[in-house]
């Protein structure tokens, strides 16, 4: 079926360090939505990309569409504590329209070494 | 003070009993939406609704039933026919279609023993 993959499924990094999570389709995506989740808590919707290619930056964070519509990446540069938690990309299968329904990846678990 | 509440936040159930777990939201959302977390997992999509009266199987629905009588809620009965039902529940709630963000309640963290 269907699937998104995401890597790495851990990461720990020093604080001030860059961190990347990519996440993989196996079919072409109409959108990708990326979602935090701190732990003990509820994901949080951080934004959502539509186009071919797109980019999009909310102050440390560098969000990337690729080029095909089946891969996307999140970028945080100068990691804080802050940053810490699970980090999960979703999307919908092109073609599926009305009924589809987002496809989420296992998620990537920060940790951020003070 | 727009949201979406789940409730309980923590429930422990003996094997073989029922249990449902309530999701309410005044966002005036169309869609909403069950998931349940395991451990280290991503979220997996139970059942979804997109309008009242009208509800889809997700990936995992054997052992769940759910209802959509009115727009603000979307309860979820755990049966016992659900082989090993202790997780985390999440709902969530959207505008419309997949192409609108979910916002995302508090979760029931359901333990049965």
């Known amino acids: 079926g269907q699937q998104v993959m995401q890597i790495p499924q851990y990461q720990h990094v020093q604080e001030g360090e860059d961190f990347t999570t990519y996440c993989n389709s196996s079919t072409t995506l109409s959108n990708i939505q990326w979602y935090k989740q701190r732990p003990g808590g509820h994901p949080v919707f951080l934004i959502q990309l539509v186009k071919s290619g797109e980019v999009k930056k909310q102050k440390r964070l560098t969000f990337q569409f690729g080029e095909a519509k089946k891969n996307s990446s999140l970028h945080i540069t100068a990691t804080q504590t802050t940053d810490v938690g699970t980090y999960f990309c979703?999307?919908?299968?092109?073609?599926?329209?009305?009924?589809?329904?987002?496809?989420f990846g296992q998620g990537t678990t920060l940790q951020v070494k003070p | 003070d727009g949201g979406i509440t789940q409730s309980p936040k923590y429930l422990f159930r003996k094997e073989g009993q029922n249990v449902t777990l309530s999701c309410e939201q005044n966002?005036?959302?169309?869609?909403m939406y069950w998931y349940r977390q395991d451990p280290g997992q991503g979220l997996r999509l139970i059942y979804y609704?997109?309008?009242?009266?009208?509800?889809q199987k997700g990936d995992i629905a054997e052992g769940y039933s759910v209802s959509r009588e009115k727009k603000e809620s979307f309860p979820l009965t755990v049966t016992s026919a659900q082989k090993n039902p202790t997780a985390f529940y999440l709902c969530?709630?959207?505008?419309?279609?997949?192409?609108?963000?979910?916002?995302f309640g508090p979760g029931t963290r359901l333990t049965v023993t």
């Open positions: 966002l005036n959302h169309d869609a």
């Open positions: 969530a709630s959207s505008m419309g279609t997949a192409l609108y963000e979910q916002y």
């Open positions: 609704s997109q309008i009242v009266n009208d509800f």
């Open positions: 979703a999307g919908l299968p092109s073609g599926t329209g009305n009924t589809g329904k987002l496809i």
